[in-house]
């Protein structure tokens, strides 16, 4: 499993995660779409973390800049 994701990409993943945690926790909270909001922010959050992203594995696509250079 090699890192397929580049600094931008993860520092947006991250972003992105920590807005759907804002709408699921907090304008939608109580409900059960901001618990499906919250609990979808996971996946950028992993995603980003471990800096690989299977569906960008599946599509050949790299942002790392040490992929790009090969």
């Not at 409900?31 to 922010?41: C, D, K």
Request: charged content about 10%; overall charge positive.
């Amino acid at each position: 499993m090699t890192k397929n994701l580049g600094l931008m990409d993860r520092l947006f993943r991250i972003g992105l995660a920590g807005l759907l945690l804002y709408l699921g926790l907090g304008t939608y909270s109580g409900s059960t779409l901001g618990m499906g909001v919250a609990i979808t922010a996971a996946i950028p959050t992993f995603t980003a973390l471990l800096g690989f992203c299977p569906v960008y594995r599946l599509l050949g696509i790299h942002t790392n800049a040490r992929q790009l250079s090969r």
